[in-house]
T-cell receptor
Framework: EDKVVQSPLSLVVHEGDTVTLNCSYE??????LLWYKQEKKAPTFLFML????IEKKSGRLSSILDKKELFSILNITATQTGDSAVYLC?????????FGTGTRLQVFP | KAGVTQTPRYLIKTRGQQVTLSCSPI?????VSWYQQTPGQGLQFLFE???????NKGNFPGRFSGRQFSNSRSEMNVSTLELGDSALYLC????????????FGSGTQLSVL
């Protein structure tokens, strides 16, 4: 059965800290791995990765994929209170996106 | 460009009733997917429609059904509601050029009493 596992389940940090969120997967017919941020209701797209070893960056956020070891990490540097959210990892195959249960990040001032 | 629009935002129903949720995709997107989100299970795939045809289906009972209209708008129906159907129902659309990247609506929060 296809599965996506995220860790940790939750994380509490102070502003300015750096965090690393993990995502491992076992999915048949892998096509891509995506990261989303969910603050209230609608998940918003962060990154899509298809190739191993190529880092995607957007401001303080970056992500990388390892297709041999079947995992990805999402790094957030110099965290801000606005980064507080649930971060979702999803793996796309030929049929659908399969989501992990998410990592809840809380950033305190 | 308007995003994905879901109505209603909130619904309260009682066990045994049925409910219909609506989703309007981003203009030009012909694929609409539905997901159920609960605290313990995360986002679970319900089904995907493309050009009025169901393309994929998740592991949900037959009480969950959907359809898509010629303008790409989609509806999801749940019959004979159970307490466990209480969840956030998210709709997402994607275009031909966006591959697996989904654009989500704000969801319909369904509470079954």
């Amino acid at each position: 059965e296809d599965k996506v596992v995220q860790s940790p389940l939750s994380l509490v940090v102070h502003e300015g800290d750096t965090v690393t969120l993990n995502c491992s997967y076992e999915v048949t017919n892998f096509r891509s791995l995506l990261w989303y941020k969910q603050e209230k209701k609608a998940p918003t797209f962060l990154f899509m990765l298809t190739s191993s070893g190529i880092e995607k960056k957007s401001g303080r956020l970056s992500s990388i994929l390892d297709k041999k070891e079947l995992f990805s990490i999402l790094n957030i540097t110099a965290t801000q209170t606005g980064d507080s959210a649930v971060y979702l990892c999803a793996v796309g195959n030929t049929d659908k996106l399969i989501f992990g249960t998410g990592t809840r990040l809380q950033v305190f001032p | 460009k308007a995003g994905v629009t879901q109505t209603p935002r909130y619904l309260i129903k009682t066990r045994g009733q049925q409910v219909t949720l609506s989703c309007s995709p981003i203009s030009g997107h012909r694929s609409v997917s539905w997901y159920q989100q609960t605290p313990g299970q995360g986002l679970q795939f319900l089904f995907e429609y493309f050009s009025e045809t169901q393309r994929n289906k998740g592991n949900f009972p037959g009480r969950f059904s959907g359809r898509q209209f010629s303008n790409s708008r989609s509806e999801m129906n749940v019959s004979t509601l159970e307490l466990g159907d209480s969840a956030l129902y998210l709709c997402a659309s994607r275009g031909v050029t966006t591959n697996e990247k989904l654009f989500f609506g704000s969801g319909t929060q369904l509470s079954v009493l």
